[in-house]
Each structure stands twice: as C-alpha cells, then as structure tokens.
C-alpha cells in the first residue's frame, strides 16, 4: 500500500473515524482503524466496536493499492500534529510508515484479517437537512437520562410519519419534544427508532455541521437485528439501535393552560444563573409570577438568599393574584439553552403540576409548538 494524500484531508478524516473508538476494547484489534487505499484514487478508513460503526471516503493519489489496520488514536494523534503539507503513507511489512516533510513516523500494523466485517448501511428512510437536524437534536438531547441503568431513558425516541420526524427525550424530570419536516424515501413512511442520544449528538454535530442534507436510514427491526445508519459527505456511521419499549411520554403534554406568563429569555437566563448561585445543591430556584412580573427567588432560613424581578406578561387567571412554582436551575436553564427565540413561554395547568416552555419571537406573538420541554416542578417546602 502506497498513497499520498493532503494533511487537513488526512486529519479530519481520522480524527472523526476515531471519535467512537473504545477507550478499553475487549479484543486488540477494537483499538484500530482499516486503512483502505483504492485503486481508483479512493482511500477508505472506517472503525467499528460492535456497536457504532464509522467510515469516511476522501481523495488520494494512490501508487499501490492496500489494507492495513493501525492503532486509531495514534494515528489521530500523528495526523494532527503533522505540518501543513502533503502526507505520504506507505506499508513496509509489519509496518506502516507516515512521511510528512522532515516528520517520519513508522506505526506498527495489526492483523487486518482479524478486524470484523462493518454492517452494512440499511436502505434510506429518508432525508433531513443537516443545520436543521443538528439543532433539533441539540434541543432534544438535553433531557436525555444519563443513568445507564436505565438504559431505555438514555436513547432519543425518533417517529417518521410521512414528511414529519420528530424527536422525544425524556429523564423522568422533564420531557423534550422537537418536530422536523423532512423528505421520507417512500410516500406514507410510519416507524420509529430508539437511538442513544449519545451517538445521535455524535452524529449530528459531526455529519448536520457542514450544511447539506443528512440521509437517515433505518433498517426492519423484524427482520434482524435494529439498526440506524446516518450518511453525509461521504462520512457513513451505523449504530445499532436501544432495545425495549418506549414509554408513552407524549401524553405528558396537557392539551390546555390555565395560566401563560411570557419572559425575555435571555434576561431569565441571567437572572436564574445570578440567583442560582446560593442555591444549595439540589435545591431549587423559585418563581413567582403575579400581574406584570416574575420575581425569582433561592436560599431561605440562615443561608445566603438572592432575589431578582423581571417583567412578564401574564395570561390567565391567578389565584390570589400569584402562581408560585420551583425548578431545578439547571434543568431550567437547559430548557431556556434550547430555546432559539427572543421570548419563552410558560404555560401551567396548575402550580404542582408540570410547566411546558415555547418559544416566541415577540412577547404578545404566537409561541412555536415545534419545540417543547415540559418541566416537573419541585416540591416547595411548607
């Protein structure tokens, strides 16, 4: 195997093959990217753990044609700190040697034979614009569990219905739902996935980044074992998708409100980060809304307290002229992160019972119900 190829070609593509590789693999080889030189001008590397897999096609001038298998991370680490100029690799028996002006590094190989067969990428469901499929997941992540434990908490629940595929997460705590449009494969299309929000974040930020479309392709769970791939250019990644049920959150959502309040964003951002900080931890940030205004409110008793006022709109009756509610602050504040609008909305059943945050562009205009977490409130003491 013989090749040369551009630095930044050969650095970006590594470093992205090589960000899911196992920090311990089970098996030597785990620890590896393929290193795949075509013929036709074509150098393939790709990585796989039995779980995710990835594999990215870019340029090269190749002088002999070849397969080798090399430690990921290393190889990652020698592509980015090579100097700006063009890479000329080439394997020399139980080696493969990188020359770059005056820097020559020699890896040694790993039996190729030994490495798995990478899945094969299921047939497009269809296609999603990448800037919009990367903020969607951005916003749905957040309320993700992180408790493996729970393994089923910590996937994103994706649902195609025809042109609309829309996202759920949820931790218990809070609920986040995003709706999308996008171009299905096959008019009518209805299925949804469970995929790990961990590999879907991965994904989006690495493939919905550059601006064009993402292909989403799910295979027949019944057909074999789930799996999703995603492809965007010339990048492909597979991972197989969480097994179990999902539970059905999206009832959670109240169909009506008693009470509305609408807040600048920003200026609540700020205020809950400034009052938040003399809060204990897990305790909470509490908010009461009355005609006009939102005062935000932690600490109590003998430890240091901070309050803050802002205005807001109010809608909808309050009893006694005031609606008290408390929230974890960062829980609050991922919310608030997620919104990409000038002014959130607050919408209560009733103070015990969970919020839903919207957001609108004017403070008297419509709310996007495109997006929405619901917050559980916590409990108030007395």
């Not at 080798?68 to 990652?76: E, M, Q, W």
């Not at 770059?100 to 999603?128: A, H």
């Not at 010339?234 to 097994?243: A, E, F, Q, Y």
Request: charged fraction near 25%.
């Amino acid at each position: 195997m013989r090749f040369r190829v551009e630095r930044d070609v050969l650095a970006e593509a590594v470093t992205w093959t090589a960000r899911s590789l196992p920090t311990r693999p089970p098996v030597p080889v785990l620890a590896g990217l393929v290193v795949d030189a075509d013929a036709s001008g074509t150098l393939v590397l790709s990585g796989f753990d039995y779980e995710v897999s990835g594999r990215v096609e870019v340029a090269a001038e190749v002088e002999e044609p070849g397969r080798a298998l090399v430690s990921g991370r290393l190889l990652a680490d020698i592509a980015r700190s090579l100097p700006g100029r063009p890479v000329e690799v080439a394997s020399e028996g139980p080696r493969v040697t990188l020359t770059c002006g005056s820097s020559r590094f020699q890896l040694l190989t790993m039996p190729v034979e030994e490495y798995p067969t990478l899945p094969q990428m299921p047939e497009s469901s269809g296609v999603v614009a990448g800037d919009v499929l990367t903020q969607a997941v951005g916003q749905v992540v957040v309320a993700a569990s992180r408790d493996e434990t729970l393994p089923i908490l910590t996937g994103v629940r994706m649902e195609i219905e025809d042109d609309r595929l829309t996202l759920l997460a949820t931790d218990r705590y809070r609920l986040a739902l995003r709706e999308l449009p996008w171009r299905p494969a096959f008019p009518g299309a209805s299925t949804s996935a469970l995929v790990r929000a961990r590999t879907l974040s991965e994904v989006a930020r690495s493939l919905g980044s550059g601006g064009g479309d993402v292909t989403v392709a799910l295979s027949d769970a019944a057909t074999g074992t789930g799996l999703i791939g995603f492809e965007a250019g010339g990048r492909r990644t597979t991972s197989l998708l969480v097994d179990g049920e999902y539970p059905k959150v999206r009832s959670l959502f109240p169909t009506d409100s008693a009470v509305r309040a609408v807040v600048a964003r920003e200026e609540l951002v700020g205020a809950v980060r400034r009052v938040s900080l003399v809060a204990e931890r897990n305790t909470p940030v509490r908010l009461s809304f009355s005609e006009g205004q939102v005062v935000l409110e932690a600490g109590a008793g003998d430890d240091a307290q901070a309050s803050e006022a802002l205005p807001a709109e109010i809608d909808g009756a309050l009893e006694d002229g005031l609606l008290q509610t408390a929230f974890n602050p960062a829980f609050l504040l991922d919310g608030l992160g997620a919104l990409p609008t000038a002014h959130v909305r607050f919408s209560f059943t009733q103070p015990s019972k969970p919020a839903v945050l919207t957001g609108q562009d004017e403070a008297d205009g419509e709310h996007d119900l495109g997006y929405r977490y619901l917050l559980m409130p916590v409990r108030m003491a007395g």
